[in-house]
């Protein structure tokens, strides 16, 4: 009798087993359709994000400066202006990239005082500058990096510098 029970024990494990190894393989199947469907979501092109920074820079005001010098719309030139048009939008431009400069200097003073949460927020402020400029410009930001990449691969060893 007691043999029995043992067999009727191991069986019932046995079946519990299958069951349990089931429901893992379903969870782990739900799981990882579920992060590929919130990574879809999430994810972007770099095309994307340029485009959607752009806008959102546009949205709040950061290119009056730049829709200033378009004089051709019908703005008016400031005729004591000793800058051509190509100074200005050049000054436009280097004010952009001294935001993306600042954004990097926040990002190192978030290091410093160890805090990786505002470092990381930081970093992603530098991606949105840059997507911004590269936006505005109609720069193909993804294209450049591809051909960037594939020029380092064939420098030297730290470009051939010391560090």
């Not at 993306?100 to 200097?105: F, P, Q, R």
Request: a negative charge; one cysteine or more.
């Amino acid at each position: 009798m007691y043999m029995w029970k043992c067999f009727d024990r191991l069986l019932l494990w046995e079946e519990t087993s299958k069951i349990v190894y089931k429901l893992r393989q379903a969870m782990e199947k739900w799981e990882s359709s579920t992060k590929m469907l919130g990574k879809e979501e999430n994810s972007m092109t770099i095309t994307e994000l340029c485009e959607k920074a752009h806008k959102n820079a546009r949205d709040h005001g950061f290119w009056e400066d730049w829709d200033s010098i378009c004089w051709e719309e019908g703005l008016p030139r400031n005729e004591e202006s000793t800058l051509d048009i190509q100074e200005l939008f050049n000054h436009a431009i280097a004010t952009r990239l001294m935001l993306i400069v600042s954004e990097l200097s926040e990002a190192l003073e978030a290091l410093r005082h160890n805090d990786r949460d505002n470092f990381k927020e930081e970093l992603a402020d530098v991606a949105i500058r840059l997507g911004d400029l590269c936006g505005g410009l109609n720069i193909d930001l993804e294209t450049e990096i591809k051909k960037k990449m594939e020029k380092n691969k064939t420098r030297g060893y730290k470009h051939g510098k010391l560090f």
